[in-house]
């Protein structure tokens, strides 16, 4: 398949970055210590000998009761009405609260009649975000509203899925799509397991963001590639972030 399709300029590829609540366990309030403590020993086992709270720095950023929502990295595609070219625009939200970062995207996908497509987004990225926009009391966007929907109603995608191609116990890292796809990677300057590390310890939301954003555009060019879509190296990457500078 070499013809770009025109449905494709309606989904929009996501990423997002998740740090723990706290900087640490003892700054929790103490009814989410307690749950947390319950929650390291289903983790460690009952016999374990560790400190409450030993696992939450490295650990508590994946689950959404106990993380928060750092940075969102979005990106669509955009045909060139001059000259038919084919750009990937992205665009990411890193507010000082949470709550601002939630509310920026929530207004976004009020914008178009999206579909969402994440690596691994329905087991992570989807019901990530939509336990977060309820704690932070943000209406969840037409998208993320499955509750009552067929399958088929519910517009997202997910890259890891895709490649199962049906088989359900198989799961497959991005930068291995990526890798057998021939397409650059992701992952420089930091991985996700750096994520909390350089949030906190270093405040350094910029490597962050563009982490995030290489992210979605990797993505991207995966689902172009499982399309059999031929002129993938030939697509161009917008930094609409940079833009706005």
Excluded at 96 to 101: A, F, G, N, R, V
Excluded at 199 to 216: M, P, S
Excluded at 220 to 245: F, G, R
Aim: hydrophobic fraction near 35%; glycine fraction near 6%; include cysteine.
């Amino acid at each position: 398949m070499n013809k770009f399709l025109p449905e494709w300029k309606d989904i929009l590829f996501l990423d997002i970055e998740t740090a723990s609540l706290e900087a640490d366990f003892g700054q929790l309030p103490e009814r989410l210590q307690e749950e947390w403590t319950k929650k390291e020993k289903h983790i460690l086992g009952p016999e374990s000998e560790h400190q409450a709270g030993d696992l939450f720095f490295q650990k508590a950023g994946i689950y959404a009761e106990f993380g928060k929502v750092i940075c969102i990295g979005v990106g669509y595609f955009h045909i060139d009405p001059n000259s038919d070219k084919v750009e990937f625009r992205t665009k990411s939200f890193s507010e000082d609260s949470e709550q601002e970062t939630l509310a920026g995207f929530a207004a976004l996908l009020s914008k178009k009649k999206w579909t969402l497509c994440a690596h691994n987004g329905k087991e992570f990225d989807f019901p990530y975000l939509c336990r977060r926009l309820l704690v932070n009391k943000i209406p969840l966007p037409e998208p993320l509203q499955i509750a009552g929907k067929k399958p088929w109603e519910i517009r997202h995608l997910d890259t890891m899925e895709l490649w199962r191609f049906g088989d359900y116990k198989h799961y497959t890292r991005l930068e291995l799509l990526a890798a057998i796809f021939d397409i650059p990677t992701s992952k420089e300057g930091i991985d996700g397991s750096q994520v909390n590390e350089t949030y906190y310890l270093k405040g350094d939301v910029e490597t962050i963001r563009k982490y995030c954003l290489r992210d979605v555009w990797v993505t991207a060019q995966i689902y172009l590639a499982m399309q059999a879509y031929q002129n993938v190296s030939e697509l161009v990457w917008v930094d609409t972030d940079k833009q706005e500078e």
